[in-house]
């Protein structure tokens, strides 16, 4: 089984509004990511969780807030967004982030994100 | 730098033909893993193979195969006997062997099966 489930699959946001994207695996995996998807365009890396930690942040402004939980659970806090935030957002997870046989990220469906 | 480049933005074929997408890829690391997703009107990325720098042998899955070559850098997706839902945008994506957790994605091939 290699399922990854992302709640809202829509979500509608005004400027001012707080949200909140969720993503759940029950695969064991120990590395969780965040990606933005713009229309036409390949996901863009934001966050990624190792062990609950937070490994990397490529810079995402501070309207975006993750959180992890545990190790199962990935969310994505949304506060004052702006239209051009308008996006795909997937969730993956993998075992590890490194090593061979481990490094497989397993997207979930999405969320498609639409601020007004 | 790594760089991905899939140069066909779109591909139209009748349902049956056989359809090639093209995947050439950039890294100066000599250990690394490609990977083809496959991402349908629904959204979700669908992994379809990882393939590791060190391993060549071409690889064959029912009507998908791949052509991993290095000498050309390129790591192309072959679809045989195209059937309707194979129709997605598909990436190519590649990732080093340590020190960077990052993916990076082609800008994909949009694939449409006419019936």
């Known amino acids: 089984d290699t399922e990854v489930t992302q709640t809202p699959k829509h979500l509608v946001m005004g400027m001012t509004n707080k949200k909140s994207l969720k993503c759940e695996q029950h695969?064991?995996?120990?590395?969780m990511y965040w990606y933005k998807q713009k229309a036409k365009k390949p996901p863009e890396l934001m966050f990624v969780y190792s062990y609950e930690k937070l490994s990397i942040n490529e810079s995402v402004p501070s309207r975006f807030s993750p959180e992890c939980p545990n190790s199962s659970l990935l969310n994505l806090h949304l506060h004052a967004l702006q239209p051009e935030d308008s996006a795909l957002y997937l969730c993956a997870s993998s075992q590890e982030l490194a090593g061979v046989a481990k490094n497989i990220q397993y997207f979930g469906a999405g969320t498609r994100l639409s601020v007004l | 730098a790594q760089k991905v480049t899939q140069a066909q933005t779109e591909i139209s074929v009748v349902e049956k033909e056989d359809v090639t997408l093209d995947c050439v890829y950039e890294?100066?690391?000599?250990?690394?893993?490609l990977f083809w997703y496959k991402q349908p009107p629904s959204g979700e990325l669908v992994f379809l193979i990882r393939r590791n720098s060190f391993d060549e042998q071409n690889e064959i899955s029912g009507r998908y195969s791949w052509n991993f070559q290095k000498s050309t850098s390129s790591f192309n997706f072959t679809i045989t006997a195209s059937q309707v839902v194979d129709s997605a945008v598909y990436f190519c994506a590649l990732r080093q062997n340590f020190g960077n957790e990052k993916l990076t994605f082609g800008t994909g091939t949009r694939l449409t099966i006419i019936p």
């Open positions: 890294t100066r690391d000599t250990t690394y893993y």
């Open positions: 695969m064991g995996h120990r590395a």
